[in-house]
C-alpha cells in the first residue's frame, strides 16, 4: 500500500531563515512518482515539482530544491532565503506505477509560516 | 496560461440537495480527476475519468456521486443527496497524457448546512 508521511505539521521561521520539509513515502512498486504541491491561503493547490523513481538527481529551482534518496524513501524540501510569501501549506504527494497517471496520494501537509 | 478552472468557488447547499460542481480541464488534457480536503485535512483522491469513462475510484465515490463530461469541454462532479460530511473543498484536476504532472483547479468550497 502507499503512504505519505509528513511528520512535520507546523513550522515557523524567520524570514531568510533556510527551512527543510520532510517527505518520507512508502511503495512496493519500483517505478513511481513523486510530488510537491503548495497551497496558499487563498487555497489552490500549486504545482511544485515531480520526480520519477528513476531520477535520483536532486534539484534547484531558485530558493527551492529537492533531496530525493531511495535509500531512506525520503523527498525533502528545502526553502533556501525564506520569504512571507512562502507561508502556506506544503503537501508531498506520490502515484505508482509506470503510466504516471495514477492518482495522487497525498502526505497531510507542513504548514510553513514566515515571520517578517 | 492555461489553467483548470472551476465553478462556483464556494457553494452552500441544504443537506439531501443535489450539487453539480464544475470544472473547465485545460483544452489539451486527456486525464481528469476529483479530489476533495475536508478543512484542515489532507487531499483525498475521488475519481478518475479517462476517455469517457472513469478509470479508477476511491472508496469516497460512493453511489451518491457521479462524473460526466456532457461536452467536450466541462467535467462536473455530481453530489446527488448532500450530507453535512460532505463538507470540503473540491478539487478539479487535469493531466495533458501520462508522464505528465496534474494541474489543479483553485476548488470549489461546498458547505453543507
Known amino acids: 500500500a502507499q503512504k505519505v508521511t509528513q511528520a512535520q505539521t507546523e513550522i515557523s521561521v524567520v524570514e531568510k531563515e533556510d527551512v527543510t520539509l520532510d517527505c518520507v513515502y512508502e511503495?512496493?512498486?519500483?517505478?513511481?512518482?513523486l510530488f510537491w504541491y503548495k497551497q496558499p491561503p487563498s487555497g489552490e493547490l500549486v504545482f511544485l515539482i515531480r520526480?520519477?523513481?528513476?531520477?535520483?538527481q536532486n534539484e534547484i529551482s531558485g530558493r527551492y530544491s529537492w533531496n530525493f534518496q531511495k535509500s531512506t524513501s525520503s523527498f525533502n524540501f528545502t526553502i533556501t532565503a525564506s520569504q512571507v510569501v512562502d507561508s502556506a501549506v506544503y503537501f508531498c504527494?506520490?502515484?505508482?506505477?509506470?503510466?504516471?497517471?495514477?492518482?495522487?496520494?497525498f502526505g497531510k501537509g507542513t504548514r510553513l509560516s514566515v515571520i517578517a | 496560461e492555461p489553467e483548470v478552472t472551476q465553478t462556483p468557488s464556494h457553494q452552500v447547499t441544504q443537506m439531501g440537495q443535489e450539487v453539480i460542481l464544475r470544472c473547465v480541464p485545460i483544452s489539451n488534457h486527456l486525464y481528469f480527476y476529483w479530489y476533495r480536503q475536508i478543512l484542515g485535512q489532507k487531499v483525498e483522491f475521488l475519481v478518475s475519468?479517462?476517455?469517457?469513462?472513469?478509470?479508477?475510484k476511491s472508496e469516497i465515490f460512493d453511489d451518491q456521486f457521479s462524473v460526466e463530461r456532457p461536452d467536450g469541454s466541462n467535467f462536473t462532479l455530481k453530489i446527488r443527496s448532500t450530507k453535512l460530511e460532505d463538507s470540503a473543498m473540491y478539487f478539479c484536476?487535469?493531466?495533458?497524457?501520462?508522464?505528465?504532472?496534474?494541474?489543479f483547479g483553485q476548488g470549489t468550497r461546498l458547505t453543507v448546512v
Open positions: 520526480r520519477n523513481s528513476f531520477d535520483e
Open positions: 475519468f479517462y476517455n469517457n469513462e472513469i478509470s479508477e
Open positions: 484536476a487535469s493531466q495533458e497524457g501520462e508522464n505528465t504532472e496534474a494541474f
Open positions: 511503495t512496493r512498486d519500483t517505478t513511481y512518482y
Open positions: 504527494a506520490l502515484s505508482e506505477g509506470n503510466s504516471g497517471n495514477t492518482p495522487l496520494v
